[in-house]
């Protein structure tokens, strides 16, 4: 049973943390965008962390690729928008390898022990990497924000993969590994004649393989940023915990598109098993709204009707024909995810915008929807 009391607008209002999640392609970096407009237009202070916007989009809320802190919506967008005070909308594209970096320099006990972790080879690659840094450093840079209490609310846009969720299991998969036996050996052991024996002879392993210097690097990497590890663990393991209570709200956004749909499926099915607090399906780029369409008929032209006209007019009515079959389509597709949200959830259409969604007005339009959902 649907909860009929769930609306979009009352989540802009009184959560903390709203996840935007879905398939690459439906519109959902747009919609935490559109979702952070529309709170910061009801008086929040709001963030909207995002990972990769189109370049239009990023150029709307004035986003540059390396930011090194949240940059504040321009004046001139500001206004147009309708943003008053106390309301503010601040936007970061979300740099990996910069959030590492922060989180190092504020962990090390002096500017020498971070110099030694960023000249590490071993630190360099791992930190640039796309893959998995992401997701655990948009958790580490989420739970930096949300400490601060800067902002009433955090709309975390999340990477466009089926492994969007994996930042969230994060936690227990880095201390598994921190606490493992193959990582524990290759630490520095004590002054023990067979400790240092053992040490010795993995390094020698090492060494064979990736060479001498290679392998001292990958032993001082281990070493320098295991306490690091630690203490970011925690970090994203407190976050965790954050991110099933009352105070957060996930959102699937999708497409009419079936593969949107079933990758939107499996996000619902991942925040159960997870324990999280989904709230919404978002139907991006729907027909749903079309209802009030009327049929085409020689009546509309009134008596005297050409046969070139009525052949035009037969056309234009095959073509309408098609859109209302598309309108019901995604009308019975709302109602599905309706009832598939189950009890407190629910799910919202936003119109198909053949313009995009790359200016200012066009994502007030699209928060406006939103807000009275």
């Given amino acids: 049973m649907t909860n009929e009391t769930i609306r979009i607008g009352d989540l802009l209002l009184t959560r903390r943390v709203i996840v935007c999640c879905g398939a690459g392609g439906v519109g959902k970096t747009t919609t935490a965008a559109a979702l952070s407009l529309a709170a910061a237009r009801a008086g929040r202070r ?18 540059t690729r390396n930011p090194p802190r949240p940059v504040p ?16 909308l601040d936007a970061w594209m979300l740099d990996p390898k910069r959030v590492a970096d922060e989180s190092v320099l504020r962990l090390v006990k002096s500017p020498e022990d971070a110099e030694r972790v960023f000249s590490n080879r ?12 992401h997701e655990y450093t948009a958790m580490q840079a989420l739970h930096q924000l949300v400490s601060e209490g800067r902002y009433d609310l955090v709309v975390l846009d999340t990477p466009p993969s089926r492994h969007a969720l994996d930042f969230l299991e994060a936690p227990g998969r880095l201390a598994r590994f ?11 052991k004590g002054d023990g004649l067979i400790a240092r024996a053992a040490s010795a002879l993995l390094h020698k392993i090492l060494s064979a393989v990736f060479g001498h210097d290679t392998a001292t690097e990958f032993v001082s990497f281990l070493s320098l940023f295991s306490g690091i590890f630690a203490a970011l663990n925690a970090d994203v393991g407190q976050m965790r ?41 978002v139907l991006n780029r729907s027909r749903a709204f079309d209802t009030q369409r009327v049929d085409l008929d020689g ?41 598939r949200a189950g009890e407190g959830a629910t799910a919202i259409a936003v119109p198909e915008l053949p313009q995009g969604a790359d200016d200012i007005g066009t994502l007030v339009t699209v928060a406006d929807v939103l807000a009275r959902s």
């Fill in 241 to 281: 915990a954050t991110l099933g209570g009352p105070d957060v709200a996930f959102l699937l956004v999708a497409s009419p598109a079936p593969a949107t749909l079933i990758e939107a499926q499996f996000f619902q099915d991942k925040t159960r098993e997870l324990a999280l607090p989904f709230r919404a399906f």
């Fill in 178 to 188: 921190i606490e493992g036996r193959a990582f524990q050996a290759f630490l520095p």
């Fill in 122 to 133: 071993i630190y360099q690659q791992v930190s640039s990497m796309v893959a998995g840094m």
């Fill in 46 to 63: 709001v963030l909207v962390l995002t990972i990769d916007p189109s370049r239009r989009l990023a150029e709307t809320l004035g986003v």
């Fill in 299 to 339: 009546s509309m032209l009134g008596g005297d009707v050409t046969p070139e006209l009525r052949s035009g007019l037969d056309k234009l009515a095959a073509l309408a024909r098609e859109e209302k079959l598309a309108i019901a389509r995604d009308s019975a597709l709302l109602e599905e995810l309706r009832w």
């Fill in 73 to 88: 919506l321009p004046a001139d967008r500001r206004i147009a928008a309708g943003i008053e005070a106390p309301g503010s």
